[in-house]
């Protein structure tokens, strides 16, 4: 959603609020392609300060599917956070506290869409797991252990790796 910002930018003093729709049915990062939902609108509020400074804050709330850290099953994670961002405009252009230049204001044009991506990519939860004692994924045969077992833990350990273990287990026994 496009938001047309001329006015907040002319007037000192001003502040506007505005109901936001995200367009975005989805966030693209490096790490892949997430559905995301919005709840519902949220409301963002800009402000001319004054002295070339502008003061966007809202409250953004969101559902992401987002793949189990072990299972790899899809989990459907809250994601919230609050917006509250001083830009600075300089030469039309907008930076922010980094004095990063923008790229979701451009001239009097706000472009809602892109600052919830920018903020989206910052509060993305680390480690998401579909429960805390999620069993993963069996890493020879691919199997959820969430939902079935087999029988692959079951096989004769590597006689390399066996004897490796037993050299830990002698230091183990060691006197100290
Ligand atoms: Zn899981
Ligand atoms: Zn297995």
């Keep these: 959603m496009i938001i047309d910002i001329s006015e907040v930018l002319q007037t000192e003093g001003k502040e506007i609020t505005e109901e936001v729709t995200?367009?975005?049915?989805?966030f693209a990062s490096r790490l892949g392609d997430f559905p995301i939902q919005a709840d519902a609108p949220f409301l963002l509020t800009i402000a001319n300060e004054g002295?070339?400074?502008l003061l966007l804050?809202?409250?953004?709330?969101l559902e992401a599917e987002i793949a189990c850290a072990r299972c790899l099953e899809e989990v459907p994670t809250s994601i919230?956070?609050?917006i509250d961002k001083e830009l600075v405009i300089r030469d039309g252009s907008a930076f922010d506290e980094e004095m990063e230049?923008?790229?979701?204001l451009i001239g009097?044009?706000?472009d809602a869409d892109k600052l919830v991506c920018a903020e989206i990519l910052v509060n993305w939860p680390m480690k998401v797991l579909c429960r805390e004692d999620c069993k993963g994924i069996c890493r020879v045969c691919g199997i959820n252990l969430n939902h079935g077992t087999c029988s692959c833990q079951k096989t004769?350990?590597?006689?390399?790796?066996?004897?490796?273990?037993d050299i830990f287990q002698k230091f183990k026994e060691l006197p100290v």
Aim: no cysteine; glycine share 4%; aromatic share 10%.
């Design 22 to 26: 995200l367009a975005m049915t989805s």
């Design 51 to 53: 002295n070339r400074r």
């Design 57 to 61: 804050r809202g409250h953004v709330e």
């Design 80 to 82: 919230r956070f609050d």
């Design 101 to 104: 230049q923008t790229d979701y």
């Design 108 to 110: 009097f044009e706000l």
């Design 156 to 165: 004769e350990p590597d006689p390399r790796m066996a004897a490796i273990q």
